[in-house]
């Protein structure tokens, strides 16, 4: 099966491939303990693994429904809790954050249709993406959609102890279509979605969510 990568890694996977092609052949040509050669070469093929699955960028066939807000991401439901949001709302909103492992798929997809009215770019910190203050202080990005169903929605990526750079695609003014390519956070992280109080909440904690698929809230 054909595995797809996402654009933000071309230049990466590039770089890691030729790296990891020169260091096999070099370990061949001056490294004369067999299984400290085979050692090394297997160790340089790993990572490059690593690197080509932490890209990766799998065709989602999403079912479109303005009722529904889907998961941006891969990853596990880690908070599902009513909290005060400081930045654009000043109210209560329920957030609900996925945890995103190295292993997971790391494209962010936009959650609901609607039109973008705040997009914003905070630098920060780089603690661990559970970490309590980490939506507060580590690097971030706030994006707001307003649907017609829930209102408005925000959503912030977050970068974790090794996350180095947030992709985000959002603009102000854009019409967005659930479930398409919104952004990209390289190298760990979380996104926390912000709902209305009262929102049908259709995950559990610990749950296994995945990106342009599993129903995160309905409004019937």
């Not at 997809?109 to 980490?134: D, M, T």
Request: no cysteine; aromatic share 12%; proline share 3%.
């Amino acid at each position: 099966m054909f595995i797809q990568f996402h654009k933000e890694g071309a230049k990466i996977i590039l770089g890691a491939t030729i790296a990891a092609v020169a260091v096999i052949f070099l370990a061949d040509m001056f490294i004369n303990i067999f299984w400290l050669q085979k050692a090394v070469q297997l160790f340089t093929l790993f990572m490059l693994i690593m690197i080509l699955q932490f890209f990766r960028n799998p065709t989602r066939i999403v079912a479109i429904n303005d009722n529904h807000i889907i998961a941006p991401v891969d990853g596990k439901v880690v908070v599902i809790e009513e909290v005060f949001e400081p930045e654009y709302f000043n109210d209560k909103r329920i957030m609900v954050s996925i945890f995103m492992s190295p292993i997971n798929v790391h494209v962010t997809r936009y959650a609901l249709n609607g039109l973008v009215k705040y997009s914003k770019y905070h630098p920060g910190k780089y603690l661990v993406a559970w970490h309590p203050k980490a939506s507060e202080e580590n690097e971030r990005t706030t994006v707001v959609v307003e649907n017609k169903v829930f209102g408005e929605i925000l959503y912030r990526q977050i970068a974790g102890a090794l996350a180095k750079r947030i992709v985000n695609y959002a603009k102000e003014g854009m019409q967005v279509v659930q479930g398409t390519d919104a952004g990209f956070i390289k190298f760990g992280s979380r996104v926390d979605l912000y709902l209305p109080v009262g929102t049908e909440v259709n995950v559990k904690l610990n749950q296994k969510a995945v990106g342009g698929k599993t129903i995160i809230a309905i409004k019937n």
